[in-house]
């Protein structure tokens, strides 16, 4: 296997990183209005994600990164190609970042609820956008043979893209709400659980249809992907388990279908990066917009030594703050 | 406007916005693992209450220098997707290695500190704030040395058949003497920033005489960290003046507005006019020697003019013109040169206070001391401008300029659109943070450990 798809690789890994960590962060911040009845409820379901939040982030960060490294020409059409979409990507991310960080530092409800209504819309708009831009490579955007984008911004809200941006918003919902159930007590996690058996048969639904709509728009004969139809059987069962209440399977699932779901946009974009709708000689490939060897090697060297270690340091943290969370500990945190 | 113009307003715009934060950061991360370790050390209470006090401060800024971080980045693509696509082979190999090995470490183990004060053992959530220093350090010198290539750029060949420069030693781009240097001096600004965020801090309690005792001793470390530092920063900033006299002619003589060669230069504390248009400003108190000691490192070193230098990039790279804006040049290196003065004074007079036993007494230190708190920001903010500005119409020196590095794909509405949304959100941003970083600076001290408590059972976490 040559470096050139070494790589190729390793980007579908961080950006399912990415959507599998910040998807339930999405989720935490789209639902921790809706599963709250007052504030410590809300404080609640808020720290689930609060040490963990930013170090998720950091994932879109390398992916992003990695991008420019191994594929130059990727990141640089794909990147101005999506300039407005990926602006407001940047204003909802940042409202969302800063919302985790402002929200307690006073005590005003008015306060609280604008940066609630927030921080709910930052993580909303993010998974959304960043799911059309990533259906839009798929599916393909009007590209010259210069490799620069020749379209306007209509050019990116085409039928199938916008419906990966809702699958991933879906799943974002779901996957935050096993996550809230597995990571709370009492009321939270009931209500928690509750909306996770409600919604878990229409996710079923939009993820089945993505799987088929996806292997239509990649055209890459009938065969069906194994990832696909695994991403169908997997929010089955993830829909069956939520059903039944059992907290640690419905999110061990929910993980699978995020993972299973990004992998295979990139098992079907693969080996092109970015596909043209002016045929198939304008398509970017990973050969057409990769970095030199040498780059691509010590790059490759840099990623053995350092992602182990990362991995390892990230997942001691999900051990570190392993414990479910009762608003108990947050009643006396504020006063209401 | 152009393109190019407002890209460059949007970048310049997000660079310094995003180094307002940066600094304080890195320092604050640094100053407050410090403070802890003392605490952990000697078991003072005092201790463990400036580390939360300082450590909130840093988590206020953190979440801002986060957040425009990612802008940055995205720029690159958004609006200068010509220029990454010719240089991203050498460009981007140390922005992806800085998330790799710096920010993951940062952002993960802050949350480890914020959030780990009951659950992990004392010395592993010591090593945690020690962890977020290190990133945080690391983090800059990453990009740092994708910024110092295209200063001066090194370590690549230019591939025969795609015509763009190609990595083939990484060895070089990490040694290059624009990053060796630079990345001290930003370390050390960055330093004295929180230094002095913690002297005008701890300075503003001292004058209310809230909490005396304990804010006696940060400011008494603050000034400890911030006069060898000044030196120190001082000292590097004029061998990085000396290098990139060497490698970028032009911004060395832009800053002094040098048309004409001179041996030996004397450096002007102001003028009055000049800019490209005015080749004869008046300069005002010319101080023999002092541009030839900081251009060359000798009493007699030549200085190259402008008009000289431009000359000669006209034969080796074709017509154009190749002086950048003189006018930013010459005063963003004197409002950092004086600011990082004045700094330097203050720090010298809080330590022969400290000396006479009068630090927290002296009125008129400390007032100033509050005040000060404005100067790093302009002493950095200057810098940047100076370096950037300097660097102009280059966009990596010598190999391609600016406007060629643009995205060519992108409209004016695009660009208009995002500045004025990313305006309008830094604006609130800065206003909301200010706020919130004075409301958080007077507060009072949390109680110590060791005295009678009424707190809520959980004082860590978001809240």
Known sequence: MTLVNVWFILIAVLWTGFFVLEGFDFGVGILHRYLSRDEPDRLTIINTIGPLWDGN???????GAAMFAAFPGWYSTMFSAYYLALALILVALILR????????????????????????????????LLGVALGGLLHGLPIGADQEYTGDFLDLLKPYPLYVGVTLLALCVLHGATFIALKTTGGVRDRAKRLARQVAPFVAAIVAVYAIWTHIVADKGVLPNPIEIAAI???????????????????????FVMAAVVVSIFTELFPRVMVSTEGAATDLTISNTASGSYTLKLMTVIFILIFPVVAAYQAWTYHTFRQRLSRTEFENATEE | MSNVDLARVQFAMTSIYHFLFVPVTIGLA???????????????????????FFGTLLIINVAVGVVTGLVQEFQFGMNWSAYSRLVGDVFGAPLAMEGLAAFFLEATFLGVWIFGWDKLPRRLHLATIWLVALGAAGSAAFIMAANSWMQHPVGYQTNPTTGRPQLNDIWAVMTNPVFLWGYAHVLLAALATAAVVMLAVSAWHLRKKSHVEVFARSAKLSLAVLVPTMFLAMFVGSELGVVEAKYQPMKIAAAEAQWETCQPCSFSAFQIGGGNNDQNPTKIIAIPHLLSLLATNTWNGQV????????????????????????????????MAYAASLVLLLGLWGLWLIHRNKLETSRRFLWLAVWSVLLPFAMNTAGWLLTENGRQPWIVQGIMRTSDGVSPSVGTTSIVISLIVFFLLY????????????????????????????EPPVPVGIQ
């Open chain 1, 57 to 63: 982030e950091v994932w879109l960060v390398v992916a």
């Open chain 2, 304 to 335: 190259i003019g402008l008009n000289e230098v431009n000359a000669q990039y006209q034969q080796q790279y074709g017509p154009g013109n190749y002086v950048p804006n003189v006018f930013i040049q010459y005063w963003s290196m004197r409002v």
């Open chain 1, 233 to 255: 059987l997997a929010v089955i069962a993830a829909a069956w388990f939520a059903g039944q209440g059992r907290d640690g399977w419905a999110f061990t699932l929910t993980t």
């Open chain 2, 30 to 52: 640094f100053l407050t693992a410090v403070l802890q370790t003392v605490w952990h050390r000697k078991g003072e209470a005092a201790y463990l209450r400036l580390t939360k």
């Open chain 1, 97 to 128: 970042g800063v919302s985790f960080e402002f929200r307690g530092r006073d005590q005003s409800p008015r306060w609280r609820t604008r940066w609630s209504i927030l921080l709910t819309a930052g993580s909303i708009v993010a998974p959304l």
């Open chain 2, 427 to 454: 604006l609130v941003l800065a206003i909301v943070d200010l706020v919130l970083m004075l409301r958080y600076a007077r507060r009072e001290l949390p109680p110590a450990p060791a005295e009678p408590v009424d």
